[in-house]
């Protein structure tokens, strides 16, 4: 049943009766379908939109991923798995699961944490806090395209304000970007700048939603600041700190314009991430075929992380 | 008392350098977009600008219409936020608080979408709106974008939080789905809404591949095509790429400016609270 029950349709006296029975089945079922109606009536507009835009696509990559095509994205013939056994054999398929579980490792615990140390710390600000809302949230604005130019210039190897502000401290240069080493760091390192201002609003947000009554009554008994933010602050967020951990997975996993933009896949694939290397096969080497198998195999692993977050991670949220 | 104080000034200076962190690529290139291109291109490079050439931003319109590529993009990303407000709120609602056939499974079918990587369906897609004749116009570049399951699910997410003693106030007033969601779901969620708002925006206004893929003539350009075509034409002009830049990203800073009180206003006080 849903939450608006409809238990009033009826007036109380005649539901005793077997008559009134009857007619509160049959009304029972009439505003069942009904609400039925109204509820794909709600969903319509977006099941049409996801029906021509994502479902259909996605049985044309399927369809794509059984055929070998010629340059210019015409069908040239069937070719069976063939496809995905390449992927395999290659190692193309490990290797950038590797590259992008590991991408994934550095920017999603470090950009959560991140996000809500500073929002729980701004949220309680009696002066400036504004200014610092504004600063954490800024980031976001920025397009991976303004961001990652930005970016190239403080990784540069002279002109870049990174290697100098290490040097003014007295440390050795850092090769950000062109060492099969630090490549993925420092690729990291801009994602979660870049994360940061979408993360720390969305935290933020749910901390708001939180009732300060709640704060009020545990400092009446005596409970410390750590206490406070660990027995009620997290709870109270597991739902918005459990989107935030699914939609940063799923985000990682699907990067592209940072590292097209930083190190095309470079140096010595360090940085060939999933996503960079389909781009890679379909639209630089013209294998829309393996493109399309490589892009569905990309889609499993991901929905298998997802299920498995809603499996497990989901039991322990909390919701008001 | 000292402790306290101790404990605040602590608390201030993480936050003074996170903000450091978080500002400083911005600001920096802010300095770099009026410095001369000897200056910024000089080592060491300057941490503050020691010249001031704002006749950048005069060239940079002369390399590209930029103004141009701006007014497009806000046009398209309006358009793309007020259609995903609309289907989102619906779809959210309907997974949120009523019930009907198969929803566990739509449910589901929207979560997985928003796990299909949109390069999975790039290619198709713009097979889709090659065939409608709809390359080079609003339409490609705006109808493909106007139903999110993320939006969708972030609006799931806040429906459900709100308290169960609304639902039942609101059924002893006899308010059906309809009004419920319009008079009391709706203006309850605006954090949640205006979180989305302004997040489909940016990222619409700050999309690459898509518009790059579909549009040819300049008049249909996006602004972040804008700044590659900057960058590729003036590749070691720093100071003319970081004008560019600062212009492409100065319209959604001042969303920012304006949306942040909306973004993390939180649910409004008096109407959940007490």
Request: hydrophobic share 55%; charged share 10%.
């Amino acid at each position: 049943m849903s939450e608006l029950d409809n238990r009033w349709s009826l007036p109380a006296g005649t539901s005793r009766t077997s008559a009134g029975r009857r007619l509160r089945t049959v009304s029972l079922k009439r505003l069942k379908v009904r609400e039925n109606m109204l509820a794909y009536a709600f969903l319509a507009p977006s099941l049409l939109l996801f029906g021509v835009f994502m479902f259909y696509p996605l049985l044309r990559s399927v369809y794509l991923s059984l055929y070998s095509t010629d340059p210019a994205g015409r069908v040239a013939s069937f070719v069976g798995l063939q496809n995905f056994t390449a992927l395999f054999s290659s190692g193309l398929f490990l290797d950038g699961i590797r590259v992008t579980a590991l991408f994934a490792l550095l920017t999603v615990p470090a950009g959560m944490l991140l996000a809500l140390v500073l929002a729980a710390l701004t949220h309680n600000l009696l002066r400036g806090k504004r200014l610092f809302q504004f600063a954490f949230s800024l980031p976001m604005v920025l397009s991976v395209g303004s961001a990652a130019v930005i970016w190239k210039f403080l990784f540069h190897p002279s002109l870049g304000m990174l290697n100098y502000g290490l040097e003014m401290a007295g440390l050795a240069p850092v090769p950000w970007l062109t060492s099969p080493k630090w490549a993925l760091f420092s690729i990291s390192l801009m994602t979660v700048w870049m994360n940061l201002g979408f993360n720390y609003i969305v935290i933020s947000s749910g901390m708001q939603g939180i009732p300060d009554d709640m704060y009020e009554s545990a400092k009446i008994d005596g409970a410390g600041p750590v206490a406070m933010f660990r027995q009620i602050t997290i709870p109270l967020l597991s739902p918005t700190l459990f989107f935030v951990m699914v939609v940063s997975i799923i985000g990682a996993f699907q990067s592209f314009g940072q590292i097209n933009i930083l190190t095309q896949g470079g140096p010595m694939d360090s940085t060939n991430v999933f996503v960079y290397s389909i781009y890679r096969e379909a639209f630089v080497n013209f294998r829309f075929g393996t493109g399309s198998a490589q892009a569905l195999l990309l889609f499993v692993v991901i929905m298998l992380l997802t299920l498995v977050q809603f499996k497990w991670v989901e039991k322990k949220v909390h919701y008001q | 008392m000292k402790k306290h104080v101790a404990r605040q000034a602590a608390v201030y200076l993480i936050l003074i350098a996170a903000a450091i962190f978080a500002l400083y690529p911005v600001v920096y290139s802010f300095f770099l977009s009026v410095m001369k291109p000897e200056e910024a291109s000089a080592f060491p490079p300057s941490i503050v600008p020691h010249s001031f050439n704002p006749a950048n931003f005069i060239d940079v319109f002369g390399i590209v219409p930029i103004a141009a590529f701006i007014g497009n993009t806000f046009l398209v990303s309006g358009i793309v936020m007020i259609g995903q407000l609309i289907t989102a709120s619906l779809a959210a609602y309907a997974f949120a608080k009523m019930d009907f056939k198969g929803k566990g499974f739509i449910f589901s079918l929207f979560v997985a979408s928003m796990m299909v990587p949109w390069e999975v369906t790039m290619i198709p897609n713009y097979l889709t709106v090659r065939s409608l004749n709809w390359l080079d116009t609003y339409q490609g570049l705006t109808v493909p974008f106007l139903a999110t399951a993320f939006g969708t699910f972030l609006l799931r997410q806040f429906f459900l939080q709100l308290p169960k003693e609304l639902f039942e106030a609101a059924r002893m007033d006899g308010c059906g789905h309809i009004r419920y969601f319009l008079l009391h779901v709706l203006p309850l969620s605006r954090p949640a809404i205006g979180t989305l708002a302004v997040y489909s925006f940016l990222n619409t206004y700050n999309s690459y591949l898509w518009p790059l893929l579909i549009t040819n003539s300049e008049m249909m350009r996006t602004v972040q095509i804008g700044i590659s075509m900057l960058e590729f034409q003036e590749s070691t002009s720093w100071n003319l790429v970081f004008a560019g830049i600062t212009l492409v990203i100065l319209p959604s800073l001042l969303l920012l400016v304006f949306g942040l009180k909306q973004l993390v206003r939180g649910m409004s006080a008096g109407a959940l609270k007490g």
